[in-house]
């Protein structure tokens, strides 16, 4: 798998996780909890938020030579 296959697949993991745990939290602020029950909307909501950790750091991780970069430059 290419480098760019990798990235786009991190990247919608990202995207996924970041919209269950938007969509998610608003339900429950909101008591909008439509055909779920709480305890499964804020299960939901952990998971999400576990994966968005998990691609997060992986993330980082693939592109941690940009990082270092970047924060060289912006050191100098």
Do not use: E, P
């Amino acid at each position: 798998m290419s480098k760019l296959h990798k990235n786009l697949i991190i990247d919608l993991v990202l995207l996924v996780s970041s919209l269950g745990c938007i969509a998610s939290g608003f339900m429950f602020h909101f008591r909008f909890f439509g055909m779920f029950d709480a305890k499964t909307l804020v299960d939901f909501h952990v998971w999400c938020s576990y994966v968005l950790l998990v691609s997060g750091l992986a993330h980082l991780a693939f592109h941690i030579t940009w990082l270092k970069s970047a924060l060289q430059n912006f050191c100098k």
